[in-house]
């Protein structure tokens, strides 16, 4: 596998990821651990909850678009570093069985002349669900090194 660096990135690129399917007990599972209030964790006790059903955290669904990220290697072999997330918003829940994928847009590439070996890849991260509904959309800022000039591509 290849490596990619700063310079190699243009604004505008796109990818899908793989789909992944969100089991009850995956969900169940997470929010147990993590996020333990009755409409993820209690199938039953979240039929009266506000969503009329078990769903999944919004935290569980960040943690599933990381992985579908990483999965994809979309900078190759290059060494990355996650820096942040801006405007995390989950828009619509997501149900047992539901199928999620993401789409990536790279918005933006952030250079500092104080920085000179890394910059900052902004990529608008959209997960939607099987019927391509936006269930969530977050800015990952991703710092990635420049090519070093012993490697000329």
């Known amino acids: 596998m290849t490596r990619r660096y700063l310079e190699d990135l243009k604004v505008g690129e796109k990818w899908t990821s793989e789909k992944m399917t969100l089991h009850a007990e995956d969900i169940i599972d997470f929010g147990c651990k993590f996020d333990p209030q009755l409409f993820h964790t209690d199938m039953e006790a979240a039929k009266a909850g506000p969503f009329g ?14 992985k579908l990220c990483v999965r994809a290697r979309l900078f190759g072999e290059t060494p990355i570093v996650g820096v ?3 405007e995390l918003r989950w828009l619509l829940p997501v149900r047992p069985g539901d199928v999620v994928y993401v789409e990536r847009e790279l918005v933006e590439i952030i250079t500092h002349p104080d ?3 890394r910059g900052i890849a902004k990529g608008r991260i959209d997960l939607k669900n099987q019927r391509d509904e936006l269930v969530m959309r977050l800015y990952g800022l991703t710092s990635i090194p420049r090519r070093p000039a012993d490697d000329p591509k």
């Open 53 to 66: 059903g078990l769903i999944a955290s919004g935290w569980h669904l960040a943690a599933v678009a990381m």
């Open 84 to 86: 942040g997330a801006d």
């Open 115 to 117: 920085k000179p070996k």
